[in-house]
Nanobody, 115 residues
Framework: QVQLVESGGGFVQPRGSLRLSCAASGFTFSNYAINWYRQAPGKERELVAVISAGGSTHYADSVKGRFTISRDNAKNTVYLQMNSLKPEDTAVYYC?????????WGQGTQVTVSS
């Protein structure tokens, strides 16, 4: 059974930093791409960053140059380093993986950027 557990969210001031973690289990982690999505109040869920099984990365334009996605296959964990945070980055951040033709999600972690 695929499980994804996010952690690391919290409250931070503008221009601050946070690192989110996504701990995965129930599948061969190193073989799969992992995605980070976010959903702000009243908005649709949007893709933030992707890391492939081989380590290639892709970012939404809104976070390019500020966020970095990485993975540690020994720990079955994906990270999202978020720097220069802005109030518009406030959202619930979700980890996602498409395994065995099914999309699986974590429970999400809240990130609030405010002065």
């Amino acid at each position: 059974q695929v499980q994804l557990v996010e952690s690391g969210g919290g409250f931070v001031q503008p221009r601050g930093s946070l690192r989110l973690s996504c701990a995965a289990s129930g599948f061969t982690f190193s073989n799969y791409a992992i995605n980070w999505y976010r959903q702000a109040p009243g908005k649709e869920r949007e893709l933030v960053a992707v890391i492939s099984a081989g380590g290639s990365t892709h970012y939404a334009d809104s976070v390019k140059g500020r966020f970095t996605i990485s993975r540690d296959n020994a720990k079955n964990t994906v990270y999202l380093q978020m720097n220069s945070l802005k109030p518009e980055d406030t959202a619930v951040y979700y980890c996602n993986a498409y395994v065995s033709r099914k999309s699986s999600w974590g429970q999400g972690t809240q990130v609030t950027v405010s002065s």
